[in-house]
């Protein structure tokens, strides 16, 4: 019975982070309030409380899961690759659900409003996704799909430092691109201009099959 309890608000405690998470998403993290969530989730906000301190520790807890869940779905798709820029593409189909769902004001909120969780994540990004583009980068040179005179540390270094541009409303201001047109974009340009021929005819391939299966409007 105890085990029980225990696991019905082991439950709960998830049930509350994954609404959250999906609030948060959606509409960005300032304008949504623990009330909001108490009211979604048809609870009391005193219950939310007895999971979470407060609203700081609940985006904390949704944004350190969702860098743990990177960590291993980046592996996973690089296991699962046939090459190098098919790695790309497998890494975009499964980010697809939350770069299409994801309001630009996510990343300015955790940066103006959540510096200390935005210093972890600039470090995820500066070490473990620096590290995922260094090393797809020279397998593609191994490969013979990128042009093996292309210098990795500088090259790695810029697209990390482009990556989720897409979030910046100083640069792209308007709701005109979603977040996954955006990165999209940026990413097949990235590649194409490193790819050898023999690369861009793997582009162009996976390319096609990617913008069919999401229903991708050329831009």
Request: charged share 30%; net charge positive.
């Amino acid at each position: 019975m105890l085990s029980y309890f225990k696991n019905s608000l082991q439950d709960l405690k998830e049930i509350i982070k994954t609404r959250a998470e999906q609030l948060f998403i959606q509409n960005g993290i300032k304008c949504i309030t623990m009330d909001m969530l108490a009211k979604q989730l048809g609870i009391s906000k005193k219950t939310i409380y007895t999971f979470y301190e407060d609203k700081t520790e609940l985006v904390t807890a949704i944004f350190e899961q969702k860098m743990d869940e990177c960590r291993v779905s980046t592996k996973f798709d690089k296991m699962r690759s046939e090459n190098a820029i098919h790695e790309i593409y497998v890494s975009l189909e499964s980010n697809f659900e939350i770069l299409r769902n994801m309001n630009a004001a996510v990343m300015n909120d955790l940066h103006h409003h959540y510096p200390a969780l935005y210093d972890k994540y600039f470090k995820f990004k500066n070490t473990f996704l620096l590290k995922t583009t260094s090393d797809n980068l020279e397998r593609g040179i191994a490969e013979g799909l990128y042009k093996d005179d292309i210098p990795v540390d500088i090259m790695s270094r810029y697209r990390i430092g482009t990556m989720m541009i897409s979030s910046n409303i100083l640069i792209f201001p308007d709701k005109r691109y979603t977040l996954l047109d955006i990165e999209y974009i940026l990413i097949k340009h990235f590649i194409s201009g490193i790819a050898t021929a023999k690369g861009m005819k793997l582009i162009e391939k996976y390319a096609q099959k990617y913008e069919t299966s999401s229903n991708y409007e050329r831009k």
